[in-house]
């Protein structure tokens, strides 16, 4: 993903997105972004930073990590992906992190969209806000004890949440998986 133009023949060009035919493959890209962050944020408590909000591509709410956009903000099109990772954690979640480290990064849909996201650890956590996102955004703030996790996802999918397989990938990433299968904890 990327601000350059995309290859291929554009078909459409939303606001956001632009949907591209690439000899015969349809695929979106969005433009003026240069990436995605994903952060992994524990406290000191060994909880898990989450966040929840209503996502209109699949007509729910949906739990995550905190999240967001690289470059998409008027006057800092050239930001670091550390500084949009700092930024969106502040933002979404109201907490800073002395130490944000990349823990992985690679694309996310292959299949249809060109979008990569780049993990990050964010340790040494401290409240310094409310979070909840910029005015555009409805976030809630979940602050999960890692032993509670399995039991809270369950919890929020029988309610008809969606919970975003990237918190089982980041966990893994961050070594908090512990080798154990996340579909059979998520089950349990």
């Known amino acids: 993903m990327s601000s350059a133009a995309p290859r291929g023949h554009v078909l ?19 433009h003026g972004i240069t990436g995605v962050v994903v952060l992994v944020a524990i406290t000191p408590a060994r909880e898990l930073v989450l966040v929840e909000q209503h996502r209109r591509a699949v007509g729910k709410r949906v739990v995550e990590l905190p999240a ?3 470059g998409d903000v008027a006057g800092h099109e050239a930001e670091s992906l550390m500084t ?51 005015d555009s955004e409805d976030i809630t703030v979940h602050v999960v004890p890692l032993a509670a996790l399995r039991a809270f996802l369950a919890e929020k999918q029988s309610g008809g949440l969606a919970v975003d397989p990237k918190i089982y990938a980041g966990l893994f990433l961050a070594g908090e998986m512990d080798g154990r299968d996340p579909r059979r904890e998520a089950a349990s």
């Open 12 to 30: 459409g060009r939303g606001r956001y997105l632009t949907l591209v035919d690439d000899n015969g493959w349809e695929y979106v890209t969005r």
């Open 68 to 70: 967001g956009l690289v």
């Open 84 to 134: 949009a990772a700092h930024r969106e954690l502040v933002e979404e979640t109201g907490f800073e992190a002395r130490e944000l480290e990349v823990i992985g990064a690679g694309p996310v849909a292959v299949g249809v969209s060109d979008e990569e996201v780049t993990f990050f650890a964010a340790r040494g956590l401290a409240r310094v806000g409310p979070g909840g996102g910029v």
